[in-house]
Nanobody, 124 residues
C-alpha cells in the first residue's frame, strides 16, 4: 500500500512562511511525478504546484507564483512546498499527491496516490 506522509502545516501570521514536506517510499518516489493541492472549506480541491519525476519541470498556480516553491530530494524520497508571504487566502488543507510517470500534471484526477492532508491556517 502506497503511503504519503505530509508534515509541516500549522498556524502562521500573514506574511509568514511554512515548509510542507511529503515523504514516501523510494519505490513510489523514484517513479512518480509529484503535486501539491489544497482545499479550502466550501471550495473545490485545486492544484497549487507540481514537479516532474526528474525535478526538471515545475508548475505553479497563478495565485502562488513567486511565493511558493516546490522541490524534491531524491535521496530523502521527499517533496517539499516552501510557502512564503502567506496570505489568509492560502488557508486550506494541503494535500500531497503522486502519479506514476515522468511528466507533471495539474488535474487531481490524474494522480494515483494521496496523503492525508495537513492544515495550513494563515491569520490576518
Amino acid at each position: 500500500q502506497v503511503q504519503l506522509a505530509e508534515s509541516g502545516g500549522g498556524l502562521v501570521q500573514a506574511g509568514g512562511s511554512l515548509r510542507l514536506s511529503c515523504a514516501t517510499s523510494q519505490r513510489t518516489f523514484s517513479g512518480s511525478a509529484m503535486g501539491w493541492f489544497r482545499q479550502a472549506p466550501g471550495k473545490e480541491r485545486e492544484s497549487v504546484a507540481a514537479i516532474s519525476r526528474s525535478g526538471g519541470s515545475t508548475y505553479y498556480a497563478d495565485s502562488v507564483k513567486g511565493r511558493f516553491t516546490i522541490s524534491r530530494d531524491n535521496a530523502k524520497n521527499t517533496v517539499y512546498l516552501q510557502m512564503s508571504s502567506l496570505e489568509p487566502e492560502d488557508t486550506a488543507v494541503y494535500y500531497c499527491a503522486a502519479r506514476g510517470g515522468s511528466g507533471l500534471r495539474i488535474r487531481a484526477t490524474e494522480y494515483d496516490y494521496w496523503g492525508q492532508g495537513t492544515q495550513v491556517t494563515v491569520s490576518s
